[in-house]
């Protein structure tokens, strides 16, 4: 199961009791359980060798790529941001489930077919609660593949596509602490019927990565949102202004919790949550879309959309990229093209923020 990552990748076996493998190429770390089926979280060369040398380092999650929007725009996008990062210095983390095996960081062959996989139907939206299973699964499927020589469809790769939830669980894993993203999950709209609550808000609850978004989607509630983040004492912020951003737009009407200016005061906030406060809560820092569509259009489109997701009986993870995709076919493009430049701003500002991290 090495050959299903790139070659150029370092291996880690999470466990307890532990011993220590080193060679030209790759380490180790590995368990006295020496199944063929243990979890594994397979790290990039590249990326390994800037968190050994503390460069900066930005995380980026697959759901966006595979889910989030079309081919072959999800594959320019996917390229663009990681540019973006390069020219800053910055190295690119795209995090994966590669034929069940976690990978953090992605070749461009690999990141081009993570893009086609959403509209072949090879890709499964994974949260964190869906790691587990799903790596089980795919492991089981991949053993059986290798052991039964007659399938003739060994060679397709599956991909688990991970959301902010489950990309924040694994870059944490990995040394991670930039993590750069759309907008994030939260409360859905009636979610105090439906109890729809989005599972990124309990990961930032217990997982010390800074996410850098452009607020929260704006198909959710978005001051209910925020009034769970401070119950789960999440320090959230909005760049360069007072409005706590809505994602299409760069003002929700409501009052930001935090303000920050510049990537140094955000670093400066991290270190003290991290090193003097001992918070295990992850950061949100809000970035306000520099593109934003039409308001008003977007949000009747929103409004149609959730109806229509109600209407057909589409809960859980199939809300959001059902709405998202509706509402880019209602306003015919006008939300894909902010939605790709507010992703883009975003890696900016992230890179900015990995580098003060970095100097610290």
């Known amino acids: ?37 243990l979890p594994h979280l397979r790290v990039q060369e590249e990326v390994q060798q800037a968190l050994s040398e503390k460069k900066p380092i930005v995380a980026l999650e697959s759901t966006i790529v595979a889910h989030g929007m ?25 995090i994966a489930i ?8 992605l070749d461009p062959n690999e990141l081009h077919d993570l893009a086609l996989s959403g509209k072949e139907g090879r890709a499964t939206k994974c949260s964190t609660r869906d790691l587990p299973l799903y790596m089980t699964q795919q ?5 059986q593949l290798q052991d039964d020589q007659s399938i003739t469809n060994s ?5 688990g596509a991970t959301t902010v939830a489950s990309t924040m669980r694994l870059a944490h894993l990995a040394g991670i602490v930039t993590f750069v993203t759309g907008g994030i999950g939260g409360v859905h709209r009636h979610g105090e019927v439906t109890m729809d609550v989005s599972a990124d808000l309990m990961e930032l609850s217990r997982t010390p990565v800074i996410v850098v978004s452009a607020g929260i989607k704006s198909i959710l509630d978005i001051p209910r949102t925020l009034e769970v983040l401070e119950t789960y004492s999440v320090p959230t ?35 003290i949550s991290q090193q003097l406060l001992r918070l295990s809560t992850g950061m949100l820092v809000a970035i306000p879309n520099p593109d934003p569509a039409n308001g008003r259009i977007v949000e009747d489109a929103i409004q149609q959309a959730v109806q229509e997701a109600d209407t057909q009986n589409i809960h ?12 880019a076919e209602t306003t015919q493009g006008i939300s894909l093209k902010s939605n790709m430049a507010l992703v883009r701003h975003n890696a900016a500002i992230g890179a900015a923020i990995a580098k003060a991290i970095a100097q610290q």
């Open 1 to 37: 199961m090495m050959e299903q990552c790139s070659s150029r990748m370092r291996l880690f076996h999470s466990t307890t009791t532990t011993t220590t493998h080193s060679s030209s190429s790759s380490s180790s770390i590995s368990s006295t359980d020496s199944s063929s089926l």
């Open 70 to 94: 079309p081919y072959p725009q999800n594959w320019e996008l996917a390229q663009d941001v990681e540019s973006i990062l390069r020219k800053e210095g910055v190295t690119p983390a795209t």
């Open 98 to 105: 590669q034929n069940g095996i976690p990978c953090v960081g």
């Open 139 to 143: 492991q089981q499927q991949q053993q």
């Open 155 to 159: 060679n397709i790769t599956y991909w």
């Open 237 to 271: 912020m909005s760049w360069q202004t007072n409005d706590f951003p809505a994602f299409f737009s760069p003002t929700s009407g409501v009052k930001s919790p935090a303000r920050v200016d510049t990537p140094q005061q955000v670093a400066h906030a991290f270190s």
């Open 316 to 327: 859980g993870n199939d809300v959001t990229p059902y709405i998202l995709r509706r509402v």
